[in-house]
């Protein structure tokens, strides 16, 4: 990794770490400012992760003809997440700690993104809730999806991608009743640069890393009983 790479990597965790912090601080008061009522949530949200850093991206052979590449910025990001809830008895305030699994599809890209995440809503009309999501992500074992064409050009095997992880922050949205809501978030995804390198000397690539922090939205649905 370069040295550029390297102060990017700590930069980012450093500032996801310092954003987990504040946003946890922050809810931690809305759950603390009163008696609560336990829920159940469960969390089923298509969506899409952009990442303009990613936009490409090559694999090449040695005298310079690509082989494989990333055209466009954009991941499917369809996420299923669950946990505990709490209504608080101010009857305004909503407060959700939620484990969540995101299969990532794209070609160049495939993997699984695992996030912890905590959100504080407070009641802003009569049905809709408004607040805070911070968290934690980590992508731990991505791969490389070769498109149709580069597969009969080299192994996928041969690109070897490292894991990486970093922080969450954006707004969460739910508009409906108690016990089932439209929910929308709008998210900042922080993630340190993963490595990429070859395995094999005759593949070049154009850059020894990837960096997929970007804009996450997801819609969906929210159940909480």
Avoid at 30 to 42: D, I, K, N, S, Y
Avoid at 61 to 84: C, K, R, W
């Amino acid at each position: 990794m370069t040295d550029s790479a390297r102060h990017s990597k700590e930069s980012t965790l450093k500032t996801s770490a310092m954003l987990r912090a504040a946003g946890l601080a922050w809810i931690a008061f809305a759950l603390a400012a009163g008696a609560a009522t336990e829920r159940t949530v469960l969390d089923v949200k298509p969506g899409v992760l952009v990442c303009p850093d990613i936009d490409g991206f090559e694999i090449r052979n040695q005298t310079g003809s690509v082989y494989d590449h990333i055209d466009g910025s954009a991941i499917l990001a369809f996420e299923l997440s669950g946990g505990m809830g709490f209504d608080l008895d101010n009857q305004r305030d909503q407060v959700d700690f939620l484990l969540g699994w995101s299969p990532l599809l794209r070609g160049g890209i495939e993997g699984n993104l695992f996030t912890l995440s905590a959100s504080g809503r407070r009641q802003v009309a009569k049905y809709a809730h408004l607040g805070l999501l911070v968290g934690a992500a980590a992508l731990p074992s991505p791969a490389w999806n070769a498109s149709t064409d580069a597969v009969a050009r080299f192994n996928e095997d041969d690109i070897e991608m490292g894991g990486t992880g970093g922080g969450i922050l954006g707004l969460d949205f739910t508009l409906g009743g108690k016990i089932v809501a439209f929910t929308a978030n709008v998210s900042l995804l922080l993630l340190a640069p993963l490595d990429v390198e070859s395995r094999n000397e005759e593949l070049v690539l154009s850059d020894d890393s990837l960096n997929l922090s970007g804009l996450t939205v997801h819609l969906g649905a929210k159940v909480r009983f």
